[in-house]
Structures are given as C-alpha cells and as structure tokens.
C-alpha cells in the first residue's frame, strides 16, 4: 500500500477543510441563475438531500456534486489507494443515498437536476455560458431529470 505524502493530522486537516456547501461550483451558477432572473432558496433542510438550490416556483431542485464525493466516473474521480475500504463504503454510500433521495423528491413531484464538477472544471468542462443555458432550458420546460456533466470528447482535442 502507497505511502501518504503528508502526515495523517495534515491529511486530516485539509479534508476537513472541504466544503459540503457553497462550494466554487455552486456558487457561480447560483450568481448565474440569479442573474438570469430565478429565485431560489439554498439547502431546505425539509427536502431529501438538503437540495443546493430550491426553485419553488418551478417545482425543482437543483444539485451540484463534486465528482469525488459522489463517485461520478469521469477523470476527476480516481480511488484513493490509502484506506480502501473506507473510502469505498464512503463514496458508495453517497451515491446510494443520492439515488434514493433523487427516487424521494421524484416521488414527491419535485423535478431533479444534477450538475456534476466535471461539467465546470477540468479537461472535460463544458463553457459556463452553455451549462447555464441547460439549467435555465430546463427550469422552463416540464422535464423532470437533468443531468449535465463534462463533455469526455474534449478531453480527446
């Protein structure tokens, strides 16, 4: 097993540095949309899953996944080899219980987006002009899932 770089009580303080909330991500589409004219309210804690943002108007709620934490495949997710196991039941808990609280609030007639990291960072980002334009497409039409993540064939360019 591959040797940590960093002390455990350094490893530990910067994970415990990482946001849950009002990440960079969030943020910008947030001062985006709001720009755009929506309204919203951030992370009800009434809602399963404690959505990012909340459009009450329009029945929706919005979420933006680090694509770590949630264990999306794409190429900011890679396995940490140090504590294996732990990390394993981690993510893959978090993407479980992501799928049941996206099953949850369908359910409940909320529509679901889901706006993974890799879609506004890294080789494979989308231009943030045309992520906002798929939010603000959707928040005005009657879909009820989005999904937008990075675009893998501009890794490939």
Known sequence: ????IVTA???????SGIRGKNT??????RSALHREGFRFRLHRKDLPGRPDLVFPRHHAVLFVHGCFWHG???HLFRWPTTRQEFWRNK?????ARDKKQR???LDAGWRVAILWECATKGRTRLPFP????ACVMWLN?????LEIEGDETRAAR
């Open 130 to 133: 045309e992520v906002v334009e």
């Open 141 to 145: 039409s009657d879909e009820r899932l």
């Open 1 to 4: 097993m591959p040797t940590d």
């Open 72 to 74: 999306h495949d794409c």
């Open 9 to 15: 009580a350094t490893r530990s303080r910067m994970m």
């Open 103 to 105: 099953a949850a609030l």
């Open 24 to 29: 960079k991500p969030e943020l910008a589409i």
């Open 91 to 95: 993510i893959e808990g978090n993407a």
